[in-house]
């Protein structure tokens, strides 16, 4: 558990742009440089073109060159229990980071639920179309 990386979520959704569902959530993904990248939902009034904190952290990130991935925290302040990345995150999450990386979520700091990305996505597949 990285409270460290935790916290720098919590940080980012203050920053989150979501005024229709007043759900702000943030995410902070741990590079494999050691560096943080930050992410935060970005909500639309055409409410299918929102952007989950998740995907804004993991599209920032290879905007700025990174590549390799080791964790990723998301903090949900405004939730009573802690909520887990939605289905579209998990697939791209799994896109980027590996099996075992750990994926920690919460909505406060003294609450936090770990789990590893194959352990939200079961039965991954079609990596191999890459090559
Ligand atoms: N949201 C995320 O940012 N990540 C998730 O994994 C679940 C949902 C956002 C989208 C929307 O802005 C708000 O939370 C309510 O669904």
Redesign the pocket.
């Given at each position: 558990m990285d409270k460290a990386l935790f916290l720098a979520a919590a940080d980012a959704a203050t920053r989150?742009?979501?005024p229709?569902?007043k759900?702000?959530?943030g995410?902070a993904l741990l590079c494999g440089d050691g560096s943080v990248i930050l992410?935060?939902?970005?909500?639309n009034r055409s409410f299918g073109l929102?952007?989950?904190?998740?995907?804004?952290a993991i599209v920032a990130a290879i905007s700025s060159g990174k590549r390799e991935f080791k964790a990723i925290a998301?903090a949900?302040p405004d939730s009573t229990y802690a909520?887990?990345?939605?289905g579209?995150?998990?697939q791209v999450l799994s896109e980027f980071l590996p099996p075992d990386a750990l994926v920690e979520f919460g909505s406060r700091a003294d609450d936090i639920q770990c789990c590893t990305i194959a352990e939200l996505l079961p039965h991954d597949a079609l990596h191999d179309l890459k090559t």
């Amino acid at each position: 558990m990285d409270k460290a990386l935790f916290l720098a979520a919590a940080d980012a959704a203050t920053r989150s742009y979501s005024p229709y569902s007043k759900f702000r959530v943030g995410a902070a993904l741990l590079c494999g440089d050691g560096s943080v990248i930050l992410g935060t939902n970005v909500e639309n009034r055409s409410f299918g073109l929102t952007i989950c904190a998740e995907r804004s952290a993991i599209v920032a990130a290879i905007s700025s060159g990174k590549r390799e991935f080791k964790a990723i925290a998301i903090a949900t302040p405004d939730s009573t229990y802690a909520v887990g990345p939605c289905g579209a995150c998990r697939q791209v999450l799994s896109e980027f980071l590996p099996p075992d990386a750990l994926v920690e979520f919460g909505s406060r700091a003294d609450d936090i639920q770990c789990c590893t990305i194959a352990e939200l996505l079961p039965h991954d597949a079609l990596h191999d179309l890459k090559t």
